[in-house]
Structure formats: structure tokens, C-alpha cells
């Protein structure tokens, strides 16, 4: 590719962000104005200090030298105030723009599958919310306002430098030519680096966030030492590819910096030269001057904006990275109501492998009917494909092949919000978020009263250690909950299901977490909880689901048998293995005594493969 058909492409990010700038056109107007006022209240002071000169100072006459002082301190008022305004309104562009883009792009990820976290690390994300856009926010905010403000004062420096001498302005011409050259070869240089320095930050957030959000098997495997090793390097190598871009941004700079004021003095020669010739007065070559030095110093200034605007281009490049990802599962185009009643959940011949694993068929023409108000119970080895069919219910993911019904409507027509609210879900890993006792189970139901918390809780089991905390329900648990232990944690998940009251609720090992009484507890109140919906449970624990109404067994994506506990222990020899690695309950009859003692010890020895 020609660097003529790539310059486009480089630019191109920075136009990605016009979206977010229109909507306040009317207050661009405003700061542009501002910074045209500044500009020309700039480039009139050179003009004033030529009369000054010429006719104040060479005249002797104290009115003139009276007069133009006067004006420029006028000038001086119109400049401060055009620049205070200007500032004020670029800044609040800035920081209303970057935060419209912050809230796009979260937004955007709020409604992305998991498979858009199968690839991206959630650090890195964060890193894209924060560093990128502040980049952002200074180029909005700062660096295109100056740069605007330059450019003005360049082309206005050199009409004028013009005005006063053109054979001295072409020289000063030709410099800006020679000037510009640098700016534009390092200036690609930076831009490669800004992107790649943003890239190993970013690279260091996500590998922080890991480790911190597993701080407890780090220090239990005492990896502390190793951890701070990967962090150390990975900043170190953040740090090399910035040093990198700062080398790059510096010698653009020398580079730029020389090459003006070499012209400059050269230039200002030559006036002396004209001076002394009677070729020009003092007032004209003062007011050269000044118009030379305020040039350099715009060209200088651009040189700077022109590495800011490089290193944003880099940060819009990952935003629009981010915002160009689409969820394969989108909502429906007309979507139907999802009926209150009906014929209950239907999985019918459903094919699906994750997408990070295409090769690997976690469900294979899986078929199963889930009458309205049933209790199922789905068990079998890891990998069986249980927690698949919560994440195809909950239309985390979409089948490759067949479908999925509530109610007589297929999934995929429903739209999303009503899909979930119609779903209670309580997850093996109970998510609890940084906020008060209250604000986690009233997550179910933000708009519920304490009663009606309090009574979800005592279903719970939890109301007990609640009323022990400090504060009670206003107390308030810390990151992911780090001040309570994981089966209080568990409660609390179970809780904010309950308070949500959904006519389907899904259960991934909900009780793995509590002691026995506890889990007697719970496990009361979830049957209670069960009532009148229809439920799924997913148990590698058999006694939490022997007084299902159905038990599936799953096995590499397929049902392999179904029925109640005792008729299992006869008709399913997988079953019968879970059910003697946990109860040593031995069904003789369903296949020879010796046999089978044989495969339970093998089972045994590796229950591992079991996911025991």
C-alpha cells in the first residue's frame, strides 16, 4: 500500500469520533469563536507595538506613546477574555464528549455474549474505559483546541509576515516547508508507538485484574513473589514501548524546534540588514519579529498537538475495536410477548459447540420437556452439558441447530429483557457486588421493601447472620462480598433470587457452599422457593435432588436416562457410579457384583474425570 492510500486510513479513526461531537455543534460555534477572537486578538498585538514604535517612540510624542499603550492593554483584556472562554468551553467538550464515549462503549459491552469475554479479558476493557478515552478527552479538550488555534495563528503570521516583507517572509516560508517534512515521517513513528505503548498498558491492567480478583489462591499457592514478576515485567515492557514513543516524540520536537529557529535567525539577519539599509523601519522589523516568533512558536505547538493526535487516533482505533463488536445473539426484529402459561420449557434437538471450541459438540441433538411447575434435576460428569443448557435458556449463546421454547414461543423471538426477567438464576460462584446487605438481594427487585427483603432472606436462610453484622441490612460487604464466607455469600444469591420471584428458576449447585445444617436450611427453603415454577437444578450432589420430580441424567451432551433416584439406581449405570461414589449405595442388580466393585474402585481412584 502507497503511503498516499494509508494516510487516510491513519486519520480515519479521529472522524470515527464526529458522532459524539454533533450534538453540541451550537456549543462549538461558541468556543470557535472564542478561539478566532484570541487568535486575531494575538496577532494584533505586533501591529500595536510597530505604532508604538514607529510613531510613539521615534516621535517622541507622549500622547501617541500613551494612546498605544492604552490599546494594547485593550488587546490584552479581549485576548484573556476570548481565552477564558475558549478554555472553558473546550473543556467542557472534553469532558462531556469522553464521557458520552465512556458510557457508548460500556454499554456497548453490557450487551455483548460471553463469547465476546472468551477473547477479551475484562482488565483489558477497563484499560480501553479509562486510559483510551483520557487520551481522548485531552485531544477534544486541549490539544485540538490549541492546535486550531495555531493553524490560525500560522496562516495569519505568515499573511502578515507577508504584509510586512514578502522577500523575508519566503524565506520563513521555505522553512515551514522544511519543518513540516519531520513532523509528518515521525509523527507515523509516534502514532505506531502511542498504539502499541496503549496495547502493553492495557495488556498490564487485564494481568492485574486476574491476579487481584484471585488474590486467595495466589497467596495459598505462595505465588506472590511470581505474580509480582509477571506485573513487573509486563510494566517493564509497557514502559520500554513508551520510552520508545517519548524518544520519538522528543527528537520531533529538537528536530522541529532547530529547524525554526535556525530560519528564524537567519531571517531576523536579513531584516537587521534591511534596517540598517533604511529598507524598513524599526517598527516594521520589530513587528516582523514578533509575528516570526509567534509562527515558530505555532508551527512548535502543532508539532506537540500533531504526537497528542497520533497517540488518539491510536486510543479511537481500540474504542471503535470495542464498538465494532457484535453480539452474535441480537435481539428479535418484531419480538412476541412471552405467554404466562403454556406447555413449559422445550429443548428440541439442539446442536451446539462454543465458539471458542467449534470442534467440540457441547450439546448433540439434545431433545427435553419440562412440563410447567416441574422440578428437574440435571447430573452427570463434567462437561455432560448441564451448565450449557442454562446458558442456551438464558440466550447467553444461540444453538447451531434446533431450537428452544418457553411457553409454545421460541427463545430467539423473545426479547432479551423479557427472556431474563421471566428466569431467576442462582449460580455456583455467588456474585455479590460492593454495596450494603440490602442493595444485593434487592437486586432481584430493586423496587422492594424491607419487609419483603427481610422475608426473602428468612427463605434464605440468611436473615440470621444478617441480623449479626453491624449494621444489619445497611451493612455494607465490600468488594465481591469479601467480608462474608462463601456459603453466607451463597444465601445472599439465593435471597435476591427468591425476591425476584420468576416463574423459572435455574439452579447451578446452589447449596455447594454451605455446611450441612446451613444447606438443610436452604435447601428448605429452595424447595419451598420451587413451588409453583418450573425449576431446573444442576447437582453433582445427589442428596440436594432426590425429591426432584425428574431426574436427567447427562452424558457428553446427551440424556442418557431419566427417572426418580431409586429407579436410576436400577436403570442407569452412570447414575449408579455417581450415586456409590457418594452413598456407597452398590445396585447389584444391574450389572455383576465383581464388575462393578471393580469400575467403583477405578471411579474412585479417578473421580477427578467426574468432576467430584
Known sequence: MTDAAARPRRVAPLFALLPFLRPYAGRWACAFLALLTSAGATLAIPVAFKYLIDRGFASGNRTHIDRYFIALFVVSLIFAAAAALRFYWVSWLGERVTADLRRAVYDHVMKMSPQFFETTQTGEVLSRLTTDTTLIQTVVGTSLSLGLRNILLIVGGVAMLFTTSAELSSYIVVALVVVVAPIVIIGRRVRQLSRASQDKVASASALAGEVLNAMPTVQSYTHETHEANRFGGAVEAAFDTAL?????????????????????????????????????????????????????????????????????????????????????????????????????????????SYPSRPGIAALSSFSLDVRPGEHVALVGPSGAGKTTLFQLLLRFYDPQSGEILINGVRTDQVSLTSLREAIGVVLQESVIFSGSVLDNIRYGMPDATLAQVQRAAEMAAAAGFIEELPQGYETFLGERGVRLSGGQRQRLAIARAILKNPPILLLDEATSALDAASERLVQTALDNAALNRTTLVIAHRLATVQRADRIVVLDHGRIVAQGRHAELLQSSPLYAQLAALQFGEIPLATTGPDVFRDQIDSLRAGSGALGL
Open 244 to 352: 520508545a514513543r517519548i524518544r520519538a516524540r522528543a527528537l520531533m520536537t529538537a528536530v522541529v524546534i532547530v529547524s525554526v529557529f535556525a530560519a528564524i535567525v537567519f531571517v531576523l539577519w536579513l531584516g537587521a540588514q534591511e534596517v540598517l539599509a533604511r529598507h524598513m523601519t524599526a517598527g516594521q522589523l520589530s513587528q516582523f519579529i514578533l509575528y516570526a516568533v509567534f509562527t515558530a512558536g505555532a508551527v512548535g505547538a502543532v508539532a506537540e498537538v500533531w504526537g497528542d493526535l497520533q497517540r488518539a487516533a491510536g486510543a479511537t482505533e481500540r474504542l471503535l475495536q470495542v464498538l465494532a463488536a457484535r453480539s452474535p445473539v441480537v435481539e428479535a426484529e418484531s419480538p412476541v410477548p412471552l405467554p404466562a402459561r403454556g406447555n413449559g420449557i422445550r429443548f428440541h434437538d439442539v446442536g451446539f
